[in-house]
């Protein structure tokens, strides 16, 4: 099978994908990548392309989750950021505040984007 497209990855992220930053309460965030599906092979070509890891999602052990964290989320935003539509703010929004990280004075920065990515999930807290 020929290795999948950036666009159709966007396009699978678009829809299946999440953008989570969550906030350690020490002023630090966790940054993560996920695709969920019930069928594990759109999963597996990803996994090839920007590697991360494949777990199973939920109790019911019927759906699949594809993980990607720190440089290799990093690059797979970069890479589908332009072939996006529905997602596009939140990985805009997400490799903004990859790149402040390692700046410790720009905390409220860094909270504002954590906001805002929140804003656009629908969860407000």
Do not use: W
């Not at 092979?41 to 052990?61: D, F, N």
């Not at 596009?88 to 390692?102: G, T």
């Amino acid at each position: 099978m020929a290795e999948i497209s950036d666009s159709y990855i966007a396009g699978f992220f678009d829809g299946e994908g999440c953008v989570s930053v969550s906030n350690n309460g020490a002023g630090g965030y966790g940054y993560l990548l996920s695709l969920t599906n019930k069928d594990r092979r759109p999963l597996e070509k990803i996994q090839e392309k920007y590697g991360g890891k494949i777990g199973v999602h939920g109790s019911g052990g019927n759906c699949f989750v594809l993980k990607l964290t720190q440089d290799e989320a990093e690059i797979f935003a970069e890479r589908i950021l332009p072939h996006s539509i529905i997602k596009a703010k939140q990985l805009e929004l997400y490799l903004e505040m990859r790149k402040l990280k390692s700046q410790h004075n720009k905390v409220s920065e860094r909270r504002k984007l954590f906001r805002e990515i929140r804003r656009l999930k629908g969860v407000y807290a």
